[in-house]
Structure formats: structure tokens, C-alpha cells
């Protein structure tokens, strides 16, 4: 148990950076999101005692909002918000499998958007940006935890510390590149 509290400390320090580094970027709202929610998640298990996963949910609500904000419309936005307060709400009266199924959704949700974004880079640019890749790499990983999670395997802490760890090396690659960094891009097409 000391070790998963010691790497989840060490994930948290080194999730701030790449808020730090994606500030004004068209990401930055999804990395501050993410420097936030486990400092968040760890004061209210402090004080009420309960695990996060409801909390989780309202973040991960919040973060594929801040994704989706470009694709926004005003009723898809106002959608998206209802949903989030009425998930958020039910999350509260709901098992622990409503909120993991819940979260593995939103997840799946969030891989998919990453995935066209990765798609359509490559479709109007003829190459591919590495960034992409780590942002499909987290996603992956998060919901491996999830799963993981959800169908209470015995390795489920030996896996939450690899994922943490690997996730803690994703946090540093945000931490030096953005994604408009020219060094990210490998092209695809021939000349």
C-alpha cells in the first residue's frame, strides 16, 4: 500500500507541468483539468473517506467537454453540461460498477475524439504528430485502469503502479513538447 501511495504522490507532482506547458494551447484546459483532479480526489477521500470514482466523474465529464469545446454548438454544449450535472447527480445514489462503466464511457468517448483529431491531422497534413500518439497512449491507459477496475483482477494494484509509473513518463513528454512542435512530426507521404 505504501508504494501506490508514494507513486501516486510522485504522479500528481509531475502532472502540473504539463498544465504549465500546454498553457495557451488548445489543450491546456484538458492538462489543468488533469494537474487538478488528483490533489481534488485525495483532499475529498481525506475528508469524507470515500474513493473518488464519483468525483472522477464530473472531471471526466469536464475534460471531454474541454476536448469537444471545439466541435461545440451551443445545444451540444448546454447537452453535454446537462449530462454532466445529471451523471454527477446519480453518481452520488449509484454503485461503484454505474461509475466505472460510466467513466470507461466517457473514456471510450475521449479515445475516439483523440482518434479523429489524430486522423484528421494526418488527412490535411500527410504526416503524423507523435503527440497524438501519447494523447491516445494516456487515454489507453486510463481506461486499462478502469477495466481493470471494473472486473476486480487480482493484479489490479501491481497494475495501477505500472500504468501510474508509465503514466508518469507520459506526463513528462507533455511537460517538454506541445503540439504545434515541428520535431513532432513525421511525415507520411512520399515526395
Known amino acids: 500500500m505504501k508504494s ?10 509531475f502532472w502540473i507541468f504539463p498544465a504549465i506547458r500546454q498553457y495557451k494551447s488548445n489543450l491546456f484546459w484538458y492538462f489543468l483539468l488533469y494537474a487538478i483532479h488528483d490533489p481534488i480526489a485525495a483532499l475529498y477521500f481525506h475528508f469524507t473517506g470515500r474513493t473518488e470514482e464519483g468525483i472522477g466523474i464530473v472531471f471526466n465529464l469536464l475534460l471531454l467537454l474541454s ?6 454548438d451551443k445545444n451540444f454544449i448546454k447537452f453535454l453540461l446537462a449530462a454532466a450535472f445529471l451523471v454527477s447527480f446519480i453518481s452520488l445514489f449509484s454503485t461503484r460498477h454505474f461509475v466505472l462503466y460510466t467513466n470507461l464511457l466517457i473514456h471510450s468517448i475521449l479515445f475516439f475524439l483523440f482518434m479523429l483529431r489524430t486522423l484528421s491531422f494526418v488527412a490535411v497534413n500527410g504526416g503524423l504528430n507523435i503527440f497524438h500518439l501519447f494523447l ?18 487480482k493484479t ?36
Open 156 to 191: 489490479e494494484m501491481a497494475f495501477f503502479i505500472t500504468t501510474t509509473a508509465f503514466e508518469i513518463l507520459i506526463a513528462l513528454f507533455f511537460s517538454f513538447y506541445r503540439e504545434d512542435n515541428k520535431k513532432l512530426l513525421v511525415t507520411l507521404k512520399e515526395n
Open 4 to 13: 501506490f501511495s508514494i507513486i501516486y504522490y510522485i504522479s500528481m507532482f
Open 67 to 72: 476536448i469537444s469545446w471545439g466541435y461545440r
Open 136 to 153: 491516445l497512449l494516456e487515454e489507453i491507459s486510463i481506461f486499462l485502469k478502469f477495466f481493470v477496475l471494473l472486473f476486480e483482477l
